[in-house]
């Protein structure tokens, strides 16, 4: 099941940080983590998810079988605006928006990667 979100006013690159979290994960353990993030697209991509979740739903699947296949976040327009500068000079300030795909699929949630410390072995 597919949901998307188009011209989101944050910068992808922002956004990027949140969804990265999610990937891999069942809806359930995803809409709880983007509850307890403090990041200002959790909110809207737990959105996200659970309107997926509801197209999966109407569709005759079962929401608790679902996994966060992929989500995706893309550029989407740039809206542009003029500072003033000294010297009667005009800098751009680029506005970015995001354009984010989320695909839920049946499956079982990836385990969480262990990180190994790339630190000398103890002697």
């Known amino acids: 099941m597919k949901a998307t979100f188009s011209n989101y006013k944050q910068s992808p690159r922002k956004t990027r940080l949140v969804t990265d979290m999610v990937k891999g994960k069942s809806v ?12 200002r697209a959790s909110a809207p991509m ?3 998810i659970a309107s997926a ?15 966060v296949k992929n989500i995706t976040v893309d550029k989407g327009l ?3 605006r003029f500072m003033p500068r000294a010297f009667g000079r005009a800098a751009p300030v680029r506005h970015r ?5 989320v695909m839920l699929a049946k499956g079982s949630p990836k385990a ?5 410390s790339k630190a000398a072995p103890k002697k």
């Open 97 to 101: 928006m995001s354009h984010v795909t």
């Open 46 to 48: 737990a959105k996200l």
């Open 28 to 39: 359930a353990e995803a809409l709880i983590a983007l509850k307890f993030l403090g990041k």
């Open 78 to 80: 740039v809206a542009t």
């Open 53 to 67: 979740a509801a197209n999966a739903e109407k569709q005759g699947e079962d929401v608790r079988t679902l996994v």
């Open 112 to 116: 969480a990667k262990k990180r190994v």
